[in-house]
């Protein structure tokens, strides 16, 4: 009977070029249900996590003896709605972590790098800064005209890692995510508080 099961399965070229056939219509339906995501990069992220999902949940459902070709339309609907909640092909995003879109989800926020420019106009985070009641306005002024002149200095993969150093990501991640090692992420981390301090003359105030 089991013999009989195996000879009768589709072999692994057929259920990928099952697959590949329907990829358009998952694509699609993916994109339409992420058409209000207003960042293109995301949205792809998001397109590619669904049509990784399907092809994890095709094979499975070969296996189980089903035609998933028959229902692929919704098969891309339900992977949408998992990606949309953090499920990832791989994982679970995590429910605490600030830069996870299921924590953003969850608790209603959204994190996005310093600006560029700084400008009269009332951006949100240049006047969350303003905002802070730790520091004298003189000051956070100052730092409002300082820091992007100074990371305009920088390359731009060294703002990459600045800007992700700012929102708090540890020395595993950064090294992770920049492809360096951990010892080196610690070494930029004190090179940009030197050259930080330089730029602003804090040593010499200090001296």
């Known amino acids: 009977m089991f013999a009989q099961a195996s000879l009768s399965a589709p072999s692994l070229d057929q259920v990928q070029s099952d697959f590949v056939a329907a990829m358009p219509r998952i694509a699609r339906h993916a994109r339409c249900y992420f058409r209000h995501v207003r960042c293109q990069h995301k949205k792809a992220d998001f397109v590619s996590e669904v049509v990784s999902i399907c092809w994890k949940w095709w094979r499975r459902l070969v296996e189980l003896g089903k035609n998933p070709a028959r229902f692929a339309s919704a098969l891309a609907t339900y992977a949408a709605k998992a990606v949309r909640t953090g499920r990832r092909v791989c994982c679970q995003l995590k429910p605490n972590d600030v830069l996870s879109e299921r924590a953003q989800q969850r608790h209603g926020f959204s994190v996005s790098k310093l600006p560029d420019h700084s400008t009269l106009s ?28 100074w990371r305009r200095s920088h390359s731009q993969r060294y703002r990459r890692i600045i800007d992700d150093m700012l929102v708090g990501e540890r020395t595993l991640e950064l090294a992770n995510k920049h492809g360096l090692s951990p010892a080196r992420v610690s070494q930029l981390r004190r090179e940009f508080h030197a050259d930080w301090q330089r730029f602003t003359g804090a040593e010499q105030t200090a001296a």
């Not at 240049?126 to 992007?148: G, H």
């Open 122 to 149: 009332t951006n949100p985070l240049t006047e969350a800064l303003a905002e802070t009641p730790s520091y004298d306005p003189s000051e956070l002024a100052a730092f409002r005209i300082d820091f992007p002149s």
